[in-house]
T-cell receptor, first 113, second 115 residues
C-alpha cells in the first residue's frame, strides 16, 4: 500500500542550529514528493517538491529537501533554524497517473530562542 | 491574487443540522479536493473532482456529499452531521496538466465542531 511516514511527532531545535524533519515513503513506481507547512490558524502552504532531476530541491523560506531513492526518503532541511519556522510540517507523496496525494501524519517543529 | 477560499472559517453546529462549506478557486484549476485533518492522522481525502460534473470518493467519504456544477466551486455538504465529523477541513485545487506532479494549493481551512 502507498504510504508516507513521518517518524517524529515533534522536533525541537535551538535557533541558529540546523534542522531536519524526516520523511520516508512507500509507493510503487516513481514518486512525486511534496512538503507543506501549516502555521497556527493558517492553511497549508507549499514549500517544495521533487518531481525528477536533481535530488536536492530548494524551496521557500530557505528550506531544502533531498530525495534519496535507495532509502526512500525525502527529509526536509534548513541550515539555520529561525523561531518563526515553528509550525506543523507535512510530507506528501503522489505518483504518476494518480489523482491522490497521500499525507504523512505531520511533524511539529519547535525552534527555541 | 491566486487563491482558494473557504467559508465559513469556523462553525459550531448540532447533530443532524445540515450544513454546507463552500470552496472557491480563481486559478481555473480542473482538479479540486476536500480533506479533513485530525490529530495524529494527518490529512485524509474526503472527495475529489477532476472537472465539472466529475466527482469521486476519497478515503473517508462517509457522511459527506459534494457537487461540481461550476469549475471554480466545490462545496462540501454534510446532510446530517455527527460529532465524529468534528475536524479541520481543507479544500485544495490544482491543474491537471501535469497530473500528479502539479502542486495542490490549499484554502485556509474550516474548523467544524458538531455538538
Amino acid at each position: 500500500a502507498q504510504s508516507v511516514a513521518q517518524p517524529e511527532d515533534q522536533v525541537n531545535v535551538a535557533e541558529g542550529n540546523p534542522l531536519t524533519v524526516k520523511c520516508t515513503y512507500s509507493v510503487s513506481g516513481n514518486p512525486y514528493l511534496f512538503w507543506y507547512v501549516q502555521y497556527p490558524n493558517r492553511g497549508l502552504q507549499f514549500l517544495l517538491k521533487y518531481i525528477t532531476g536533481d535530488n536536492l530541491v530548494k524551496g521557500s523560506y530557505g528550506f531544502e529537501a533531498e530525495f534519496n531513492k535507495s532509502q526512500t526518503s525525502f527529509h526536509l532541511k534548513k541550515p539555520s533554524a529561525l523561531v518563526s519556522d515553528s509550525a506543523l510540517y507535512f510530507c506528501a507523496v503522489s505518483f504518476y497517473n494518480t489523482d491522490k496525494l497521500i499525507f504523512g501524519t505531520g511533524t511539529r517543529l519547535q525552534v527555541f530562542p | 491574487e491566486a487563491q482558494v477560499t473557504q467559508n465559513p472559517r469556523y462553525l459550531i453546529t448540532v447533530t443532524g443540522k445540515k450544513l454546507t462549506v463552500t470552496c472557491s478557486q480563481n486559478m481555473n484549476h480542473e482538479y479540486m479536493s476536500w480533506y479533513r485533518q485530525d490529530p495524529g492522522l494527518g490529512l485524509r481525502q474526503i472527495y475529489y473532482s477532476m472537472n465539472v460534473e466529475v466527482t469521486d470518493k476519497g478515503d473517508v467519504p462517509e457522511g459527506y456529499k459534494v457537487s461540481r456544477k461550476e469549475k471554480r466551486n466545490f462545496p462540501l455538504i454534510l446532510e446530517s452531521p455527527s460529532p465524529n465529523q468534528t475536524s479541520l477541513y481543507f479544500c485544495a485545487s490544482r491543474s491537471t496538466s501535469g497530473r500528479a506532479g502539479d502542486t495542490q494549493y490549499f484554502g485556509p481551512g474550516t474548523r467544524l465542531t458538531v455538538l
